[in-house]
């Protein structure tokens, strides 16, 4: 916890097995709140599985997660409220193909946090707004680009109001040319303070807009630190070799 910092997840010894196979082997990390958190690395290396863990996707094999203090693997927790917490926009958008982008927006705050239509479809169109796809209210998904439906995706996880988003690259099925349109809006939400943890390969967002850079590799947490310390001067040896891809 830096100064004047609030840590708001703690993670600790977290592991996570899928049968033999042992894809986090004991991650340590604490996340303030409104801080940029982005984590490199190979594939394989447990970065999704981590982020995964994070909003209870998965369940850790071991060791624990705290937020705000608390451990939300108690088993009186309430799985469900917990996640409300958590936004995730995922690579693949995860859209609702049979619904319009105003009611893929809504359906979230109507269903489960039971607000009235009227107002979740007004809080919808000033998400809509903000991400620049107002005028596509009432379009369907396959009426969308990659990179607008990516922006819908967004729109749908702010309408929750979550404390916290997870970003699991949430452009890497994106032409190159809408990957910008993406990375804008993740870049206005830190600008507005929101917590994210932010697993992608783009190394110029790492650099111009996290707060820390976190490498990981076969299941541990190998390197962290301020972007440009990680990334222009890494320490670690498999971090030289991966962003000498990278780069």
């Known amino acids: ?24 082997k004991g ?3 604490e996340i303030d709140r409104g801080e940029v958190v982005v ?19 998965e369940i850790p094999t071991d060791g624990d997660i705290l937020f705000h203090g608390q451990s939300i693997l108690r088993k009186e927790m309430k799985i469900d409220k917990y996640r409300e917490k958590f936004g ?9 193909e049979n619904l ?3 009611d ?33 209210a009432g379009a369907y998904p396959s009426q969308l680009s990659g990179g607008q439906k990516q922006r819908v995706a967004i729109a749908r996880t702010l309408a929750m109001d979550p404390e916290v988003i997870l970003f699991d690259e949430a452009t890497s099925a994106l032409d190159p040319e809408m ?11 830190a600008q507005q303070g929101m917590t994210m943890v932010v697993v992608t390969h783009e190394m110029g967002f790492a650099r111009e807009v996290g707060d820390r ?4 590799d076969g299941g541990y947490i190998v390197e962290q630190g301020r972007p440009k310390d990680v990334i222009a001067n890494p320490q670690h040896q498999r971090t030289k070799d991966f962003l000498s891809k990278m780069l």
């Open 1 to 24: 916890m830096t100064d004047g910092k609030e840590v708001i997840i703690q993670v600790k010894q977290l592991k996570k097995n899928f049968g033999s196979l042992e894809v986090l």
């Open 27 to 29: 991650v340590d990390m």
């Open 39 to 57: 984590v490199i690395g190979p594939s394989g290396s447990g970065k999704s599985t981590f982020l995964r863990c994070l909003n209870l996707l």
């Open 88 to 96: 995730m926009v995922f690579q693949l958008f995860n859209l609702f």
């Open 100 to 102: 319009s982008v105003l």
């Open 104 to 136: 893929n927006v809504t359906v979230g705050p109507r269903r489960v946090k039971k607000i009235p239509k009227e107002q979740a479809e007004k809080q919808a169109m000033e998400l809509l707004r903000q991400v620049g796809l107002e005028d596509k």
């Open 179 to 189: 990957v910008g349109e993406v990375l804008q809006i993740m870049r206005q939400l």
């Open 213 to 216: 850079v976190v490498f990981m």
